[in-house]
């Protein structure tokens, strides 16, 4: 590298850690610890080279601050979860140049036939054949939400973490969008509202042409703009920064009932709260096809594109079912509810084009090799892009991706760039197709351990990949581990990520996990994050914070530690649902479930191969023949066994658990590794257990009221309605908003209405408080 380059490297590198900086400390960060942390290194590295580019104010110099925490920490009253994506995929034409209008075609049935999927899911699980949905656009801004008393704003809120946020009131009460005061004559005692605060597009440009014209630093976009304006402690602030504000759902209520989302979107609207002007309601999954094509990509017609008709930034489209009562029977993924999806149109996705360098291998936490792309720098939807996933192999040699190839580039979810395709037109001349096992000289990378082609699943499908055997002592698996362990979805430790989790490792101080339980503050404070000449420790002070996060991790529920574990094809939903259905781990180590899964996955397999239609492998004679459809009757009595067992089981509640998953779980528990793991954990004193049942209402095994749907009616004389809910949730019961003839009990408290006569009318067996809180125990 040239001095120049060198130096314009440091200045890009520069602008965006400073951009993640303020990201961060908005309490919105764009990337991951990990990712902030590779870009550091490689500032720390340049300057090493070239000293002369370190100047006192380079970042390498600062110590990252924290998010403000100023604000009073408030619980909320029901969990604001995120939202599951589909994503149509956007597989190119196989023409050198993709005709526009056969593109555009097959983006249109790939994303509809997304949407039917989701569909059908639900029409399995509600077991109706036509659902009645709400279309409605997905905003771009900064989720909120507002609490009216007796009419009243009580109180105004962040998201935060989904379970507790900030108490911002005094700042929402300066959005001339929020009103004080809701328009009604009989107001509820309580109804929460929730939306998204955000500055319009227009807004922003002039916003920040003042604040640079008055020499402060502008904001790279208007959702940045928004968070950090959010979070200013002066609330006066707030009042001359144009914030706006739109609902679209309401939260903890009392006193007052909805139908449907519609219903709700007309009630906030006549109330007097901001909401969308454009939401339609779709009888059946063909008029959300239409309403899509029609109204969200407009037919390709950019001036009609639904984008161009609303003030504030969407990023997609969200499919709710209308019905309220049906929310309650669809069974919640870990962090987003059953009810609805959102979905990015494939040409509201930006790409770019830039040059692809070289491929790069890295070793992931179950030593999977993951080919990267290295890019020439370029910019897209407000970051700077040098790398991009490339899956695995068989992806390259799809796409036919080739180093040296001009490619296009796109951010798949909100953060992870892939490659789409390459401009076949500008490949260079002598361009090779990419043979990843020669690349890395047929060895692991970080180890140089033998590798295997291995089937893996990837988000439910299976892949084959490469990977290095070597589990207990490849380096790069080891610091993964760590790193994954401590990572905020996992258990949640404090800045052990990244460059930590590698010093960590190669230091000798931690070789599996487990031991991050037996540093002390000052062996951890005293690891030196640099090299031997040039030390950097980490100190005492962010050693003190990790051992409490430590300490704390020990109390996680169950599907953290699952997921935790590393366990390969084991994600954070298939970890949620393992949780679901077993206790402990010792259950999972040894469950007949799993059990079940696995043998049902390969006698599948073996009834496929075996099968005496088999086009693949004939039978040779009629001999050969009439012994396959022997065995092959033994193996559809033996499936048709198995299955029942699998159903009663609970499989309907791991839909993501299939033979691949369930055989790994088994896999790891039976390992040298996986005994090991459970045998510390048992003398760290550790053992998680089960808290499915305190995420919305899906049933555990164990409690009184396992699997039983519950309603509570009327006022309660010792508890509020949440705290019914909560206790039903707890006993391991669901907990719904409707009387059907599903539902099990209803509970019924002081002015029980119409939902006691309809209980009496379908024969659901009633009780009193007191009953109730004997059965809960
Ligand atoms: S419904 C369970 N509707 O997007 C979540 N959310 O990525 C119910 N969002 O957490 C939310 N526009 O903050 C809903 N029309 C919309 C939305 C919307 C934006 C936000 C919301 C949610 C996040 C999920």
Redo the contacts with the bound molecule.
């Keep these: 590298m040239t001095h120049a380059q060198a130096k314009a490297r440091h200045v890009e590198l520069v602008a965006e850690i400073h951009k993640h900086d303020r990201a961060y400390e908005s309490g919105h960060p764009l990337i991951s610890d990990y990712e902030y942390d590779q870009l550091e290194k490689e500032l720390k590295g340049l300057e090493e080279k070239f000293p002369e580019l370190a100047t006192p104010d380079s970042p390498t110099k600062k110590v990252r601050t924290e998010p403000l925490t100023k604000f009073k920490r408030v619980r909320h009253l029901e969990p604001?979860?995120?939202?599951d994506k589909i994503q149509a995929s956007d597989r190119p034409t196989k023409d050198e140049e993709p005709d526009d209008n056969k593109r555009k075609r097959l983006q249109d049935e790939n994303t509809v036939n997304e949407f039917a999927r989701f569909d059908a899911t639900l029409q399995k699980q509600l077991g109706t054949s036509r659902i009645e949905y709400v279309l409605?656009?997905?905003?771009d801004g900064v989720?909120i939400s507002v609490h009216y008393r007796h009419g009243k704003l009580a109180l105004g809120m962040t998201?935060g973490d989904g379970r507790e946020g900030d108490d911002i009131t005094e700042n929402l009460k300066q959005i001339r969008d929020i009103p004080h005061e809701l328009k009604m004559k009989q107001p509820p005692a309580l109804l929460e509202v929730?939306g998204?605060a955000y500055i319009s597009q227009k807004d922003f440009e002039v916003m920040n042409a003042k604040l640079e014209a008055a020499g402060d630093e502008a904001f790279p976009n208007a959702r940045n703009a928004t968070a950090g304006t959010l979070k200013q402690l002066d609330s006066r602030l707030i009042a001359e920064r144009p914030l706006s504000a739109v609902f679209?759902?309401v939260g903890a209520r009392e006193g007052i009932e909805f139908e449907t989302h519609a219903e709700v979107l007309e009630s906030l609207k006549k109330f007097g709260l901001p909401t969308q002007a454009h939401w339609w309601v779709c009888k059946g999954i063909e008029e959300v096809r239409e309403c899509y094509l029609k109204n969200v990509v407009a037919h390709y017609d950019e001036r009609r594109d639904l984008r161009s008709r609303l003030p504030y930034e969407i990023d997609g489209v969200?499919l709710k079912v209308n019905k309220l009562a049906d929310w309650a029977r669809l069974p919640p993924k870990a962090k987003?509810?059953g009810y609805?999806i959102?979905h990015k149109p494939i040409p509201w996705i930006m790409p770019a084009e830039t040059v692809l360098k070289a491929i790069t291998v890295q070793v992931g936490r179950t030593g999977v090799l993951t080919p990267v792309a290295e890019l020439e720098p370029v910019f897209l939807q407000g970051s700077t892009i040098a790398r991009a996933t490339l899956h695995n192999e068989e992806e390259i040699h799809r796409k036919d991706i080739r180093i040296g190839d001009t490619v296009i580039i796109r951010k798949a979810g909100m953060v992870i760039p892939e490659v789409v395709e390459v401009v076949k037109s500008k490949r260079p001349a002598g361009a090779k197709p990419f043979d990843l096992v020669a690349s890395v000289g047929g060895k692991c990378p970080a180890c140089g351990s033998a590798i295997v082609k291995e089937k893996i699943s990837a988000g439910g499908r299976e892949e084959v990949a490469w990977r290095c055997e070597n589990v207990a002592g490849c380096p790069a698996q080891k610091s993964r581990r760590v790193e994954f362990f401590a990572q905020r979805r996992a258990l949640d430790i404090e800045s052990l990520g990244g460059i930590v989790a590698e010093k960590l490792v190669e230091r000798g101080l931690v070789n599996e996990p487990l031991d991050l339980f037996k540093l002390t503050v000052e062996k951890l404070g005293a690891l030196n994050l640099g090299t031997d000449d040039g030390e950097r420790v980490y100190g005492e002070k962010n050693a003190a914070k990790a051992v409490e996060a430590l300490e704390r991790s020990k109390t996680l529920p169950l599907n953290r530690w699952i997921y935790a574990l590393a366990i390969p094809n084991v994600g954070e939903e298939t970890a949620y649902q393992l949780a679901l259905t077993h206790g402990s781990l010792e259950e999972l180590a040894e469950s007949q479930l799993l059990q079940d899964i696995r043998e049902l996955g390969e006698l599948e397999t073996e009834r496929s191969r075996n099968s005496p239609q088999s086009r693949k492998n004939p039978p040779k004679t009629p001999e050969e023949k009439l012994a396959r459809e022997k065995r092959n009757d033994e193996i559809k009595a033996r499936i048709a066994e198995v299955e029942s067992r699998v159903e009663q089981g609970g499989k309907a509640r791991m839909p993501e658990v299939g033979a691949v998953a369930a055989a790994s779980v088994l896999d790891f528990f039976a390992s040298v590794y996986g005994k090991k793991i459970l045998k510390r954990l048992k003398e760290l004193g550790i053992h998680p257990v089960n808290e499915a049942a305190d995420k919305g209402g899906a049933p555990t095994r164990a409690g009184a009221l396992a699997g039983k749907t519950v309603v509570v009616t009327g006022t309660l004389a010792t508890m509020s309605r949440d705290d019914a809910f909560a206790k039903i949730r707890a006993a391991g019961g669901s907990v719904s908003n409707s009387i059907s003839a599903k539902t099990d009990f209803l509970v019924v408290g002081e002015n029980a209405g119409s939902k006691l006569d309809k209980a009496q009318k379908l024969g659901v067996k009633v009780i009193d408080e007191p009953q109730f809180l004997k059965m809960c125990g």
């Excluded at 604001?80 to 939202?83: D, G, T």
């Excluded at 409605?136 to 905003?139: F, G, Q, R």
């Design positions: 604001m979860l995120s939202l409605e656009p997905k905003v989720s998201r929730r998204e679209y759902a969200v987003a509810p609805a959102v």
